[in-house]
């Protein structure tokens, strides 16, 4: 787990114009084969949380989950950890609107298009839709947030909104929220509700 951290921040510092040969170092010592490109860090905690639902080792597939702070970082990690770079396989995970950063991105990398795999509107939008709202907020009430979900919902912004939509704002309100309750909801699917886009992604690992 320690030296998959140290890879992730070598890789992290060359996308960002540093040097390469740690990161090199690192992949090979790893036997990393694939990168999982991801937006940011409640996207790693649901797919940390979701592959250990499932029982799988990643680090030991040969697989890395790297996540970029923000979408529009794509097309350096994509040639840092693609065919251009480590000669890694590349996939990822992405919200509908920031497909065509990482269709371009991987494009450029000389990665298919076809490995990226997009949420409708985003991950916590498919999970909530996966649960049910009511689920959503037996686990809000559960978590200790009543209090903040009842001062949020009195917002003027949030008087007459879809409940998915509110519940969804509520989850990016504060920082550290989104991952938090990434675990809680991936934890709380039950069979067959796992979101496709994921499905999709673990099946192609």
């Known amino acids: ?24 170092e690192l992949a090979g010592r790893l036997g990393v084969r694939t990168a999982v490109l991801l937006e940011g860090l409640s996207d790693l905690a649901a797919v940390e949380t979701l592959a250990a639902r499932q029982g799988r080792d990643l ?3 040969g697989v890395c989950v790297v996540q970029m702070a923000g979408a ?8 840092t950890l693609g065919p251009p770079g480590l000669g890694l396989r590349l ?32 991950l ?7 649960l049910g709202t009511a689920r959503v907020e037996e686990l809000v009430h559960a978590k200790g947030d009543d209090r903040a979900w009842q001062t949020f919902l009195r917002q003027p912004a949030q008087l ?13 309100t504060k920082k ?12 709380a699917l ?12 673990f099946a192609s690992l």
């Open 1 to 24: 787990m320690a030296e998959t951290s140290a890879f992730r921040e070598a890789v992290g510092g060359w996308a960002n114009g540093g040097p390469g040969e740690r990161a090199r």
């Open 59 to 61: 680090a030991a597939e």
């Open 72 to 79: 529009m970082n794509v097309g350096r990690y994509a040639l």
């Open 91 to 122: 996939t990822g995970l992405c919200d509908i609107r920031e497909r065509p950063f990482y269709e371009r991105g991987f494009g450029r990398a000389g990665a298919p298009a076809d490995a990226v795999f997009a949420c409708s509107d985003d």
């Open 124 to 130: 916590e939008d498919e999970l909530i839709r996966a």
């Open 160 to 172: 007459g909104r879809p409940r998915p939509q509110q519940l969804r704002r509520f989850l990016g």
């Open 176 to 187: 550290g929220r989104k991952i938090r309750y990434g675990h809680l909801l991936f934890e």
């Open 190 to 201: 039950g069979p067959g509700q796992v979101p496709a886009p994921l499905t999709h992604l």
